[in-house]
């Protein structure tokens, strides 16, 4: 079975930096976009970046400069590199695909169990 696996959330003061990391796991064929979304209490769960299988992102525009996703397709995973953090960026942070071919089934719209991101002095 895949499953999506998030790493690298914690917490970090006002201006500093983390990097998320998220590793499909499972035999895969391909996998095609993949994003990154996060949820403060007591908000919906919003787009921070995605990107295609081919490398093309997009950004939310209140981290814009800020954040960049990218990807590794012989691993299988996506990153997330977070730069001049602030206390609004705090929320839980869960990574997405939107299809990924595998050696069974073809998982739709999968989602990582989400990792904590804290910006606070």
């Known amino acids: 079975q895949v499953q999506l696996v998030e790493s690298g959330g914690g917490l970090v003061q006002p201006g500093g930096s983390l990097r998320l990391s998220c590793a499909a796991s499972?035999?895969?064929?391909?996998?095609?976009?993949m994003g990154w979304y996060r949820q403060a209490p007591g908000n919906e769960r919003e787009l921070v970046a995605v990107?295609?299988?081919?490398?093309?992102?997009n950004y939310a525009d209140s981290v814009k400069g800020r954040f960049t996703i990218s990807r590794d397709n012989a691993k299988n995973s996506v990153y997330l590199q977070m730069n001049s953090l602030k206390p609004e960026d705090t929320a839980v942070y869960y990574c997405?695909?939107?299809?990924?071919?595998?050696?069974?089934?073809?998982?739709?719209?999968?989602w990582g169990q989400g990792t904590l991101v804290t910006v606070s002095s």
């Open positions: 997405n695909s939107d299809r990924i071919r595998a050696d069974r089934r073809t998982y739709l719209n999968l």
């Open positions: 990107i295609s299988s081919g490398g093309n992102t």
């Open positions: 499972g035999t895969i064929f391909s996998i095609d976009a």
